[in-house]
């Protein structure tokens, strides 16, 4: 007979017991999981503006976060019945199967600055609405400065870019600066590409100058090599302002990123409808 010393032999219990807790507090695999419901809703986008020669309207379904992943193509809700108001007067905007969207000329229907216009969609059940106000004035630029820096290589300098506007006293203002520069090589090839592109606001600065500073690397291959760079400042109006604010921001590139939610002034569904005023500077290097 083997004689186990009582204190080993509790031991010996107690660390069974331990390892059979264990075994017993181990999750289960997951093998069955109710999704939520989510039923896709027509998203609305619009950008209204009088110095545009078109309304654009463009109308697709949400993808929920479990649904199927789809194309741009397959998204596009091309049998609804868009239209536009300005209160007194009702157009529809017709379907454009070249451009997926909902085109409208605006010799038909002219967007009038400081009035208020209201796009609707309706597909089956679904109806969208958004509302915007247009602002009332154009805003140009006052002064802009382009400085040329030779780099390291002959073929190769900085710009650098400084401009100002002046801003409307009275009033809440909203701006967008939009830098993109067309450049041609040799008179064959032409490369266009976004230098800068921000959001601003008023704020503190009422009434005052407002300032950007963007930079941008140039490349000449050859003695015919030139680039032109446009400049355009938008006076929007706070519907704009806010989309782009968070859609600049947003890369969505980042898998592990926490859901983004994107600004919408739609009822009804999701998306915007805005407006905004444009200018634009041009500077040939």
């Not at 600055?113 to 309706?122: E, F, I, L, N, P």
């Not at 300098?157 to 009275?170: A, H, I, P, R, T």
């Not at 704020?203 to 100058?209: A, F, R, S, Y």
Request: aromatic share 12%; proline share 4%.
């Amino acid at each position: 007979m083997i004689n186990i010393p009582i204190k080993n032999f509790v031991l010996a219990v107690l660390l069974i017991s331990f390892i059979t807790l264990l075994s017993s507090c181990r999750p289960k695999p997951v093998t069955e999981v109710n999704l939520p419901n989510v039923e896709a809703q027509l998203v609305l986008y619009c950008f209204l503006s009088p110095d545009d020669s078109v309304i654009e309207v463009q109308v697709t379904k949400s993808v929920p976060v479990f649904g199927t992943t789809l194309s741009n193509k397959d998204l596009t809700v091309s049998n609804a019945d868009v239209k536009i108001s300005n209160g007194l007067l009702t157009a529809i905007v017709p379907f454009n199967l070249k451009s997926n969207k909902y085109i409208l000329s605006q010799n038909l229907f002219p967007i009038i600055a400081s009035r208020t216009y209201t796009v609707t969609a309706q597909s089956g059940a679904l109806s969208v609405k958004g509302t915007t106000s247009i602002p009332a004035h154009i805003t140009s630029l006052t002064s802009v400065k382009a400085q040329s820096i030779q780099g390291p290589a002959q073929d190769e300098s900085e710009v650098l870019f400084n401009m100002n506007w002046k801003d409307e006293q009275g009033i809440k203002n909203y701006y967008r600066i939009h830098l993109q520069t067309r450049v041609y090589f040799s008179a064959t090839d032409t490369f266009t590409n976004v230098i800068g592109d921000e959001m601003f606001n008023d704020e503190n600065n009422e009434g005052n100058q407002l300032n950007a500073q963007f930079q941008s690397y140039q490349y000449k291959f050859n003695s015919t090599d030139s680039a032109d760079y446009f400049i355009y400042l938008l006076n929007t109006d706070v519907h704009y302002y806010e989309y782009h604010l968070r859609r600049l921001a947003y890369a969505g590139d980042d898998p592990f990123s926490e859901p983004f939610q994107q600004y919408s002034n739609v009822n009804g569904g999701l998306g915007v409808v805005c407006s905004f005023r444009k200018s634009v500077t041009k500077i040939t290097f």
